[in-house]
């Protein structure tokens, strides 16, 4: 997908279709294409065919303009950020809806930021755009080719041209997450994972991968992690990706995805019915990936570190056991409980071997527990930290970027609540189990700044539209964007 910003008079750009964001109260180049269409938009609204509310599209046909159609999306009551991108979405998702080719996008009055508006337009589009393929007949490649973002003034055009690449190369990085997260389990393996990894730093001169199996991390003593993959024929990997596009002398943020490539419980088997989602179970480590991909196309001046453990969770006769005691890489030993609890026994080797790297940040993402739908739902991700500051810059973060989060908190009560008599602690607690498993994963992070984002609500929808979301992708990306800068950019929208 080819994207521009232009600040050429508008019915003289080269598109067969103009998307064309507006209210019901036509105002600026809204009220401008009306009358250069003797009323027609104004007919629409006044028969009752297009009300200009938030997210409604409509299509105009046989015009007499430049455009062999123009694309209403309503803006009434977008007043926030979150409504603004579903708006935008809205408009995306209808595009494709027609055999358009080219489009040219024109709004004014949704978004004062340009450089903000232009991102989600891309993002948007490409996301669109996205197509699952790999098991089973491809699908038809979409039509559209070209998108210009349309400014009035040229050095809005300029600020719209690097939100265009910010915001495709973050769409770019969500379709990768939502690809890893939608391929089955028999394809989407540890060590399918480890190449995918290998393949994205080749030729690229600011990315290295080294892939640790298992008998390096034995040698570390990742036995928490260990006793996860020991019951599956498939043996896992931990994958470390380093993305270096600033000074040496600059401090990482490291990224820590969990990546179980399919969890049947182990021997706390999982029921039956919904199994096949567990496939998503990986999608932590997936935005991981996701993150890296678009670093790759930003080629921002940070430094980045993505740590995926990766794993399979089977049932075995050598699997481990419900009362199990395993030995941590820091030493602190672990009370098995719930074998279905494994992700955080992943989680706390990566999160220690983490720390080697003497990170600015550390943030986990995971599909951690189902406890987190029953307290945010499927809309919101949650987030856990052990420091204030990030915390909030997260939370920012989530907000201009559309991929919400909730703070929940961290409190010594609910740390009581993973006590063992058999070892340092045991692998769940009693109420509140989003909480008491990130309180198990702090009790890894006491030597850095660090925070978990729970994403089992948000990384993959089901139903009809089953599929991967490639969430936290774009809050994970405006947080480190805004690492470049001297201090987070407040929302100029």
Not at 356 to 377: E, M
């Amino acid at each position: 997908m080819e994207f521009n910003a232009s600040s050429v008079q508008l019915l003289k750009i080269n598109a067969d279709s103009l998307v064309l964001p507006t209210g019901s109260q036509l105002e600026n180049v809204a009220k401008e294409i009306d009358e250069a269409l003797d009323g027609a938009i104004t007919s629409l609204i006044e028969s009752g065919d297009f009300s200009g509310k938030a997210s409604e599209s409509c299509v105009l046909l046989n015009l007499n303009s430049p455009f062999q159609r123009i694309i209403l999306v309503g803006t009434d009551g977008a007043s926030n950020p979150q409504k603004m991108i579903k708006a935008i979405e809205a408009g995306a998702s209808a595009v494709f809806k027609t055999p358009a080719v080219s489009a040219v996008w024109a709004i004014e009055g949704l978004a004062e930021d340009h450089d903000w508006q232009a991102s989600i337009v891309a993002r948007s589009t490409m996301t669109a755009a996205y197509q699952y393929s790999g098991t089973g007949k491809n699908p038809e490649p979409k039509k559209l080719k070209t998108v210009t973002y349309w400014c009035a003034n040229k050095s809005d055009a300029n600020t719209a041209n690097q939100g265009l690449n910010y915001g495709g190369a973050i769409g770019n990085g969500m379709n990768t997450a939502r690809q890893l997260g939608n391929l089955p389990a028999n394809i989407c393996t540890p060590n399918y994972l480890a190449e995918q990894a290998s393949r994205l730093a080749e030729g690229q001169v600011n990315l290295t991968t080294s892939i640790l199996n298992e008998s390096e991390m034995e040698k570390l003593k990742m036995g928490s992690l260990l006793s996860v993959s020991t019951g599956s024929v498939e043996p896992g990997n931990l994958i470390v990706m380093n993305y270096k596009g600033a000074d040496s002398s600059v401090k990482p943020i490291v990224l820590v995805g969990k990546a179980v490539t399919f969890d049947t419980g182990g021997i706390s088997l999982k029921p039956g019915r919904g199994m096949d989602e567990m496939k998503f179970d990986m999608c932590g480590g997936a935005s991981v990936f996701g993150v890296m991909n678009a670093l790759l196309e930003t080629k921002l001046p940070v430094n980045v570190i993505g740590i995926v453990p990766a794993v399979e969770n089977m049932p075995a006769g050598n699997a481990t056991k419900p009362g199990d005691v395993v030995t941590s890489m820091s030493g602190q030993t672990i009370e098995v409980l719930n074998t279905d609890a494994e992700g955080r026994l992943i989680l706390c080797d990566a999160l220690t071997y983490a720390g080697r790297f003497d990170p600015d940040t550390v943030i986990d993402i995971a599909t951690l527990t189902g406890a987190v739908i029953g307290a945010l739902g499927k809309f919101t991700s949650g987030l856990l930290s052990n420091d204030d500051e990030l915390a909030d810059q997260l939370l920012i973060s989530g907000t201009k970027s559309g991929d919400r989060a909730w703070r929940l908190p961290l409190w010594e009560e609910y740390d009581k609540q993973i006590k063992s008599n058999f070892a340092d602690m045991a692998n769940i607690g009693g109420e509140a189990g989003t909480i008491t498993a990130a309180c198990f994963l702090a009790r890894f992070t006491k030597s850095y700044k660090w925070a978990h984002l729970d994403i089992a609500g948000t990384a993959w929808v089901s139903g009809p539209q089953k599929g991967a979301t490639g969430r936290p992708v774009p809050m994970l990306m405006e947080y480190i964007r805004s690492k470049t800068v001297s201090e987070l950019s407040l929302i100029h929208i």
